[in-house]
């Protein structure tokens, strides 16, 4: 089993920072790509940014320029940190990783974390 536990969301003003972490645990044998997806009320849940095990990384049009995400390879963690808070990037945001666990072959398989708040608002 693969565990993503989420940290380093809340309440924030617009235009603040916020850095959220990613820890990915238990059986895994790689890890081939972690992102970041968030889902504001009413909404449906989004791509926020991902990065491959090359560095290759994605981002959604929304976010550019404000958010960059990042890989530590040795701690299985994934970053994302998010300047320049608008009330619209206001969700739920979950770490998401792409894993081939240990003792499953070679398939791969999706997990999820739990989902951390961050809410930007005056």
């Known amino acids: 089993q693969v565990h993503l536990v989420e940290s380093g969301g809340g309440l924030v003003q617009p235009g603040g920072s916020l850095r959220l972490s990613c820890k990915a645990s238990g059986k895994i044998y790689s890890i081939l790509t972690m992102g970041w997806h968030r889902q504001a009320p009413g909404k449906e849940r989004e791509l926020v940014a991902d990065?491959?095990?090359?560095?290759?990384?994605h981002y959604a049009d929304s976010v550019k320029g404000r958010f960059t995400i990042s890989r530590d390879y040795a701690q299985n963690t994934v970053y994302l940190q998010m300047n320049r808070l608008k009330i619209e990037d206001t969700a739920v945001y979950y770490c998401?990783?792409?894993?081939?666990?240990?003792?499953?072959?070679?398939?791969?398989?999706?997990?999820w974390g739990q989902g951390t708040q961050v809410t930007v608002s005056s």
């Open positions: 998401q990783a792409r894993v081939v666990p240990t003792g499953y072959g070679f398939a791969e398989y999706e997990f």
């Open positions: 990065i491959d095990s090359h560095d290759s990384t």
